[in-house]
């Protein structure tokens, strides 16, 4: 069955680094576009970033545009959210995604001084 593994969340001071990755199994992960999304306390998810399935084509939200960076390693079958000059209001749940209504557990990210 499809898994999804977030890992590399953590506490982080404001115009700090992370990256997460995401472990994929149980699908031909070469075929499939992937995505990142967040929650934050009391909002809805939202879309972060997505890439194609061979990585030629990526897409940002507006908040994280110029700043974080999704990519790819087909041969790991892992996706990767390079995320940089995090800001507070960047603090929130990650998650992976593959097309089909399949997510990851999360990972917490958590901007704070």
């Known amino acids: 069955q499809v898994q999804l593994v977030e890992s590399g969340g953590g506490l982080v001071q404001p115009g700090g680094s992370l990256r997460l990755s995401c472990a994929a199994s149980?699908?031909?992960?070469?075929?499939?576009?992937m995505s990142w999304y967040r929650q934050a306390p009391g909002k809805e998810r939202e879309l972060v970033a997505t890439?194609?399935?061979?990585?030629?084509?990526?897409n940002y939200g507006d908040s994280v545009k110029g700043r974080f960076t999704i990519s790819r390693d087909n041969a790991k079958n892992t996706v990767y959210l390079q995320m940089n000059s995090l800001k507070p209001e960047d603090t929130a749940v990650y998650y992976c995604?593959?097309?089909?209504?399949?997510w990851g557990q999360g990972t917490q990210v958590t901007v704070s001084s």
């Open positions: 995604n593959k097309r089909g209504g399949f």
């Open positions: 149980g699908f031909i992960f070469s075929n499939y576009a």
């Open positions: 890439i194609s399935s061979a990585g030629s084509s990526r």
